[in-house]
């Protein structure tokens, strides 16, 4: 709407005119509203000519509010002809679920990031474009480079970039990776709230499909026990268990030794200066332990009693001396009530290792001593399966392994030669036993209560989760890529959509499942209305409800033209 003047002899009038085109496909204009002659506004909006015309401007504003209003609320006829076909290779179902990621991605600011990327690097593409379809496509329909193109063709805003760029911008990505880790998470802190005082550290390894070792990709221990090359990553989360770091080692290299690399960067680069470290026993190394042994960071780390020496494993062990956790009162272990069977029990003992005083803190559980109780009397019932079958396999170095309950020895006949005998192994049975429901941290926090050592120590599950996020639904491994940039390329890109994942898991509260969370946003599709606009063809439920409230924008209605859209768009990247 745009305010016009229409002069004669005796006055000069003004109107309200909207411009449109006709059916004919001409543009014409219509009179809304006449406002009055000059003579008559001056009375009331004067005493200048251009106070009316600022007035009369101002009307024009609330008219055009009022039109784009009435607009959405019209009921638009619109028809369907059963006679004609729909024509080859046309779309009509388009992904919005994208969308709520974007509004995690901009808010990130990656695609500034992307920007000062820009300035040091020759290239036409728009990397924006392709790192942020590569995020969403391995989160929505992850796959190879070539099926993440064609994913982010069903995308409401499709790329306008080509396949070839994809590769090439692998290239750029990999050589930004430390600065895109640090970027993010410094931004990650404006935007939210990080529990950067817990750092967990863990490792894990993904497998190749080929046979070749060449770079970081070599044959080592892989968690799946597969006969692949594998590389190593190490993994740093915050103690919300929101992604910080990670880093690429080879896959024969200790993971003990991956940690101060990591760990380097994140205090320099990400200025995370003073934090517990937290890890499982595969990474707590005397020298893991030294490491964060300063002023300014401590550590709480997984003991394996097993591996104790024996004046402390015996202590661990020793029955006496147990408190309850939750009142501290001194308890009998062997004889607890049916009430404590959900209670957690802990000793602490002073522990000297060769370069370390330390805390150690045993727990006992019965809850968790009746689990793996029960686990072991079906692998034991496994085991003697096994001997009656006559199937005796090598032993694995899987710790769950039945196998590991079976001996053999020589026996002889009358001094002929000598047979080999299986049988199940009672003195195993038996030592394994005595482990029922003990678990045991190391620390260097003197001050700090048991409980919540234990509680920091029980939030390691987190990082495992990622792993398992990253693996199962992200489809991380097996890698496919050759190219030792391009494959760090990929882990980044797992890597920035883990992150953006769990950032919008920790804004819906931890309310849905990660089945729920990336089922709703797969299925979060619109049908194309003959080009006119779109219609909602997905479940509306209580996620998506929260989905859309935490990202500032509505889509729950049965019809949104294409203007409404677009603004939809533009609300998810900020503008």
Known sequence: MKVNTSKS?????????????????????????KLGTLKELLVEHGPTRDD????AREQARIETEKYEQEKENY????????????????RRKFNGGYLFLQSIYYQLNLDQICRKIRTRHDYKYDLNAILSDLIYTRILDPGSKLSSFKAAKTFLEAPKYELHDIYRALSVIAQECTFIQAEVYKNSCEMMKRNSGILYYDCTNYYFEVEQEDDNRQYGKSKENRPNPIIQMGLFTDGDGVPLAFSLFPGKQNEQKSLAPLEKKVIEDFGCKQFIYCSDAGLASENNRMLNHTGKRAFIVTQSIKKLSSEYKT????????????????????????????????????YSSKKLEQR???????KYAAYQKNLREKQVERAMAMIKEGKHKKQKKNPNDPARFISKEAVTKDGEIADIMYYLDEEKVLEEAKYDGLYAVCTDLFDDEPGDILRVSEGRWQIEACFRIMKTEFHARPVYLRLSDRITAHFLICFLSLLIYRILEKKLGKKFTCEEIIETLKEYDFGDVQGQGFMPIYTSNKLTDRLQEISGFETDYEFITKRKMKEIQKLSKGN
């Open 9 to 33: 002899k005796n006055a000069e009038s003004f109107y309200i005119k909207h411009s449109y085109i006709d059916a004919n496909g001409k543009s014409t204009t219509r009179t809304i509203r």
């Open 360 to 366: 150690l803190i045993i727990t006992y559980s019965p």
């Open 75 to 90: 009921r638009l006829p619109i028809y369907f002809y059963p006679n004609r076909k729909i024509p080859h290779g046309e």
């Open 52 to 55: 009316v015309m600022e007035w």
């Open 315 to 350: 202590l661990a062990l020793n029955k006496k001396g147990f408190r309850r956790l939750s009142d501290n009162k001194l308890v009998d272990i062997d004889n607890l009530s049916d009430s404590d069977y959900d209670q957690v029990f802990y000793k602490e003992e002073p």
